[in-house]
């Protein structure tokens, strides 16, 4: 039999990988997959053309071998056998079409048979797998196969593949080095070929691919520094080849800051966070062939990105802030004066220390373009803040983004995600108290909290949003019982409070109670029944909330016996519940050590000081 035209079986060979590229958007909607399976009759037809696998004595036990990955998964080297003959350019010209068969299957969720075809690829390159010829395709085999095993959660297959796969490519690179061929070159004609330049950028590419699909692997197996590793330098890879879309890029660079703002790596997290303001700013600039919104989803797309980029923001602000006063704060969470000078003395060695970690962090970008990122970071600090003034500048940039997130993360549309941005910027200036000196403004902080919390609740179905109430309604209680404290620390230092004082305390006291009633009543269950065993999730802010109950009523302001009497009453009622809880489930006593022993302490007194009230009252 003759052999098939070449100029046909290349013919076929593009109209299937034009078929391919079609969006699925652009099928019938009845028909998602048309262009797929178009493509799929066409690459069949290739495959029977060229017939079946060419015998090699070498390649026919290692058809037999398990999954496909064989000793390279294993991280065993690869030598260099070139892909020369005709038996060899068959196996290779058979292996891109199984290749191209297996992603064909995957994309129309046909992944048995997609494995299959990507396996085959695989066993038929293996010999030459280090070649110029066959390393790229082979790369992208296991790579697919990576993401394949990954999508139905066997984690460690899927980092056998794509761990054999960045091994491949770095042994190429050291023993090579040269551009290979893109699998796409086997069915062009030799003036068809690629310059070298566009083959180097796509074999970078893919592997900028695999260290992407890796960082996800090891983000799943909770490897997280190495995820996080390998994460940042996708990116910077992405933006050395300029292959990337600025909103995927942004969005990519401000989630990884959240890792760095968890370990307290505040520095490499303003980084990626003012290289994500700097590239999404290019939104609209750039276009590559990675962009794949349809361009009418851009505008919402565009507004949610930069909502969510602001929030990252927010965090690193907060996270900066609550460090800060982690650092510097007493047993009783007030200003150690002490450990805010030491600091100071430490600030120095921090600012000398900066240059020897910069030289160590990847850093994003060259040129103009890393000194449009240091611009935005030369406006941030990374330091903790030491003093009010320090403090207020970070929380003008947070207050500024809670703005900018707000914009996109509205009431209507995004309940959950509006609230915690309102909580956040309830936290903020919480934080910022913290470094207040004057009191007055402190209450007037809290305040601001309080207003900006409220109306949340007020629309809220508890049904629906239970714990977000409960969350709002223990912060709002808090607001006001902290408001309490400072108006009574300011009255103290009155010879004589007023009238109005008196009153403004005992109203933030009561405005306190019922909030923290509010929470401890969602707790009960529907017979209004309180449990006898709290869950873990909620037991400690239940615990507090008792406790602050306890101490709210002892701080009530009253001029009648028989009311102090009362409230006395209830205050041991609530400190009793405590003690006595405790030693029921003792591992709830590991949940509130400071409030327990407290507790202890007022349910020995309080019952001393009512007597003497009675005595009080009994005499008058």
Same mark, same amino acid.
């Given at each position: 039999?003759?052999?098939?035209?070449?100029?046909?079986?290349?013919?076929?060979?593009?109209?299937?990988?034009?078929?391919?590229?079609?969006?699925?958007?652009?099928?019938?909607?009845?028909?998602?997959?048309?262009?797929?399976?178009?493509?799929?009759?066409?690459?069949?037809?290739? @495959?029977?053309?060229?017939?079946?696998?060419?015998?090699?004595?070498?390649?026919?036990?290692?058809?037999?071998?398990?999954?496909?990955?064989?000793?390279?998964?294993?991280?065993?080297?690869?030598?260099?056998?070139?892909?020369?003959?005709?038996?060899?350019?068959?196996?290779?010209?058979?292996?891109?079409?199984?290749?191209?068969?297996?992603?064909?299957?995957?994309?129309?969720?046909?992944?048995?048979?997609?494995?299959?075809?990507?396996?085959?690829?695989?066993?038929?390159?293996?010999?030459?797998?280090?070649?110029?010829?066959?390393?790229?395709?082979?790369?992208?085999?296991?790579?697919?196969?990576?993401?394949?095993?990954?999508?139905?959660?066997?984690?460690?297959?899927?980092?056998?593949?794509?761990?054999?796969?960045?091994?491949?490519?770095?042994?190429?690179?050291?023993?090579?080095?040269?551009?290979?061929?893109?699998?796409?070159?086997?069915?062009?004609?030799?003036?068809?070929?690629?310059?070298?330049?566009?083959?180097?950028?796509?074999?970078?590419?893919?592997?900028?691919?695999?260290?992407?699909?890796?960082?996800?692997?090891?983000?799943?197996?909770?490897?997280?520094?190495?995820?996080?590793?390998?994460?940042?330098?996708?990116? @910077?890879?992405?933006?050395?080849?300029?292959?990337?879309?600025?909103?995927?890029?942004?969005?990519?660079?401000?989630?990884?800051?959240?890792?760095?703002?968890?370990?307290?790596?505040?520095?490499?997290?303003?980084?990626?966070?003012?290289?994500?303001?700097?590239?999404?700013?290019?939104?609209?600039?750039?276009?590559?062939?990675?962009?794949?919104?349809?361009?009418?989803?851009?505008?919402?797309?565009?507004?949610?990105?930069?909502?969510?980029?602001?929030?990252?923001?927010? @965090?690193?602000?907060?996270?900066?802030?609550?460090?800060?006063?982690?650092?510097?704060?007493?047993?009783?969470?007030?200003?150690?004066?002490?450990?805010?000078?030491?600091?100071?003395?430490?600030?120095?060695?921090?600012?000398?220390?900066?240059?020897?970690?910069?030289?160590?962090?990847?850093?994003?970008?060259?040129?103009?373009?890393?000194?449009?990122?240091?611009?935005?970071?030369?406006?941030?600090?990374?330091?903790?803040?030491?003093?009010?003034?320090?403090?207020?500048?970070?929380?003008?940039?947070?207050?500024?983004?809670?703005?900018?997130?707000?914009?996109?993360?509205?009431?209507?549309?995004?309940?959950?995600?509006?609230?915690?941005?309102?909580?956040?910027?309830?936290?903020?200036? @919480?934080?910022?108290?913290?470094?207040?000196?004057?009191?007055?403004?402190?209450?007037?902080?809290?305040?601001?909290?309080?207003?900006?919390?409220?109306?949340?609740?007020?629309?809220?179905?508890?049904?629906?949003?239970?714990?977000?109430?409960?969350?709002?309604?223990?912060?709002?209680?808090?607001?006001?019982?902290?408001?309490?404290?400072?108006?009574?620390?300011?009255?103290?230092?009155?010879?004589?409070?007023?009238?109005?004082?008196?009153?403004?305390?005992?109203?933030?006291?009561?405005?306190?109670?019922?909030?923290?009633?509010?929470?401890?009543?969602?707790?009960?269950?529907?017979?209004?029944?309180?449990?006898?065993?709290?869950?873990?999730?909620?037991?400690?802010?239940?615990?507090?909330?008792?406790?602050?109950?306890?101490?709210?009523?002892?701080?009530?302001?009253?001029?009648?016996?028989?009311?102090?009497?009362?409230?006395?009453?209830?205050?041991?009622?609530?400190?009793?519940?405590?003690?006595?809880?405790?030693?029921?489930?003792?591992?709830?006593?590991?949940?509130?050590?400071?409030?327990?022993?407290?507790?202890?302490?007022?349910?020995?007194?309080?019952?001393?000081?009512?007597?003497?009230?009675?005595?009080?009252?009994?005499?008058?």
């Amino acid at each position: 039999m003759a052999n098939p035209p070449w100029a046909e079986i290349r013919e076929k060979f593009q109209a299937a990988l034009a078929l391919s590229r079609v969006e699925l958007h652009k099928n019938p909607e009845k028909e998602p997959y048309k262009s797929k399976y178009g493509a799929r009759a066409l690459l069949e037809e290739v @495959k029977a053309l060229l017939g079946p696998a060419p015998e090699d004595e070498d390649e026919r036990p290692q058809a037999e071998d398990g999954l496909g990955a064989g000793d390279h998964a294993l991280g065993l080297p690869a030598e260099v056998v070139e892909a020369e003959g005709p038996i060899a350019q068959g196996a290779v010209r058979l292996a891109v079409i199984e290749f191209h068969l297996g992603v064909n299957h995957i994309d129309t969720e046909e992944l048995s048979a997609g494995e299959e075809h990507l396996v085959k690829c695989l066993r038929l390159l293996r010999k030459y797998r280090l070649s110029q010829d066959c390393v790229s395709l082979y790369i992208q085999a296991q790579n697919n196969l990576g993401i394949l095993w990954s999508e139905r959660e066997e984690i460690e297959t899927a980092q056998a593949y794509l761990e054999s796969s960045e091994a491949l490519y770095n042994q190429y690179m050291k023993e090579i080095g040269s551009p290979p061929l893109d699998p796409t070159e086997h069915f062009l004609p030799e003036e068809e070929k690629l310059a070298e330049q566009e083959r180097s950028k796509r074999f970078e590419k893919v592997y900028t691919h695999n260290l992407y699909y890796l960082a996800q692997v090891y983000q799943h197996m909770e490897m997280f520094e190495k995820a996080a590793h390998y994460c940042h330098s996708t990116l @910077k890879r992405q933006l050395e080849h300029s292959a990337y879309h600025p909103l995927e890029w942004a969005i990519n660079a401000a989630t990884l800051s959240q890792f760095y703002i968890n370990k307290l790596c505040f520095m490499e997290a303003r980084h990626c966070l003012s290289a994500a303001n700097v590239i999404f700013g290019q939104t609209g600039k750039i276009s590559t062939e990675d962009t794949t919104e349809a361009e009418g989803d851009v505008p919402e797309l565009y507004h949610q990105r930069k909502g969510e980029i602001a929030r990252c923001w927010i @965090k690193y602000c907060l996270t900066l802030l609550q460090n800060a006063q982690l650092s510097m704060q007493d047993n009783i969470g007030e200003l150690d004066l002490d450990k805010q000078s030491e600091l100071r003395a430490l600030r120095k060695k921090e600012l000398d220390a900066e240059e020897r970690v910069r030289k160590k962090a990847v850093q994003f970008g060259t040129g103009e373009l890393c000194d449009a990122i240091s611009a935005v970071e030369e406006r941030v600090s990374y330091l903790r803040p030491l003093d009010f003034e320090e403090a207020r500048e970070l929380f003008l940039l947070g207050q500024h983004y809670v703005f900018e997130a707000k914009e996109f993360f509205q009431i209507d549309g995004y309940v959950t995600d509006h609230i915690e941005v309102v909580q956040d910027h309830s936290a903020l200036f @919480k934080v910022l108290a913290f470094f207040e000196t004057d009191m007055e403004r402190r209450c007037k902080m809290h305040k601001r909290r309080i207003a900006m919390l409220e109306p949340l609740i007020v629309d809220l179905n508890p049904q629906y949003y239970l714990l977000v109430n409960r969350q709002i309604q223990f912060e709002i209680a808090h607001a006001y019982y902290d408001m309490m404290d400072l108006k009574v620390a300011i009255a103290d230092k009155l010879r004589d409070p007023d009238s109005h004082i008196v009153k403004k305390i005992n109203n933030l006291n009561k405005s306190a109670l019922k909030y923290y009633q509010l929470f401890l009543d969602s707790l009960r269950d529907p017979n209004k029944v309180f449990p006898e065993h709290i869950g873990e999730d909620v037991l400690r802010p239940a615990m507090l909330a008792k406790f602050r109950v306890a101490r709210l009523y002892g701080k009530i302001i009253t001029a009648d016996p028989k009311k102090e009497l009362e409230n006395l009453a209830t205050s041991l009622e609530h400190y009793k519940f405590i003690v006595d809880y405790c030693e029921k489930h003792p591992e709830a006593a590991q949940e509130i050590e400071v409030e327990l022993e407290l507790s202890k302490e007022m349910v020995s007194l309080l019952p001393t000081k009512m007597e003497r009230f009675r005595t009080k009252m009994a005499l008058t």
